[in-house]
């Protein structure tokens, strides 16, 4: 019962790094997600994705990249690590079926410092 | 763009009495789903209850129950016989329908409300 699984749980980064954060479903979902978390904030999207090799901008897409070329795996690339990405990042995943949630992974902390 | 709002940054209730977590959203959209998230202090993402705009009947799931009102656009969560275990974080959030054609179908989220259980 894998789930969504994201690595690593925790990374700290210096300022101009670049890291990509993990993210594999096992339950065959074509739509996956990206949120960062902000201290007392609510969820926001970074990218999304409908299926292997399609991806689209969320909410708040600047300082990130994805790609998307098998349906289990969704990575996240930080190319130059800024302050302000310090954050949680959540990914996440539904069927495309009628009347689904999405299930979420465990997150990721990451501090830039 | 659709738009979540919790109003109450913190709510604190008695071991084993009832609470009301306020949400109220905005949309012209007519097909779409409300949830509510719970958040420990693990950092898990856990779905409590969901609710489809075209039931007119109020989710229930266990002790957890919602009023949602489409007209006045709001949804609270109510949550009954309160357990040390629902200290959390919790989160409403909106999706549009499945049929709406929106494209993400992303959630949207309010920014929280901490429920503090005491004993």
């Known amino acids: 019962n894998a789930g969504v699984t994201q690595t690593p749980k925790f990374r700290i980064l210096k300022i101009g790094q670049s890291m990509t954060l993990q993210c594999a479903q096992d339950m065959n979902h074509n739509y996956m997600y990206w949120y960062r978390q902000d201290p007392g904030m609510g969820l926001k999207l970074i990218y999304y994705s409908v299926g292997a090799g399609i991806t689209d901008k969320g909410e708040v897409p600047n300082g990130y990249n994805v790609s998307r070329s098998t349906t289990e795996d969704f990575p996240l690339r930080l190319e130059l690590a800024a302050p302000s990405q310090t954050s949680v990042y959540f990914c996440?995943?539904?069927?495309?079926?009628?009347?689904?949630?999405?299930?979420f992974g465990d997150g990721t902390r990451l501090s830039i410092l | 763009a659709q738009t979540v709002t919790q109003s109450q940054p913190e709510m604190s209730v008695q071991e084993a009495e009832t609470v009301t977590l306020s949400c109220t959203y905005d949309?012209?959209?007519?097909?779409?789903?409300l949830f509510w998230y719970k958040q420990p202090p693990s950092r898990q993402m856990i779905l409590v209850i969901r609710?489809?705009?075209?039931?007119?009947q109020n989710a229930t799931e266990n002790r957890f129950s919602v009023n949602f009102q489409k007209a006045a656009k709001s949804f609270s969560l109510k949550i009954s016989d309160s357990q040390l275990g629902d200290a959390a974080m919790y989160f409403c959030?909106?999706?549009?329908?499945?049929?709406?054609?929106?494209?993400?179908?992303?959630?949207?989220f309010g920014k929280g409300t901490k429920l503090s259980v005491i004993p």
């Open positions: 996440a995943s539904r069927s495309d079926r009628v009347n689904q949630p999405q299930h």
């Open positions: 949309t012209s959209e007519s097909d779409y789903y």
């Open positions: 609710q489809e705009a075209y039931k007119q």
């Open positions: 959030a909106y999706r549009s329908g499945d049929f709406s054609g929106a494209g993400s179908y992303q959630l949207t």
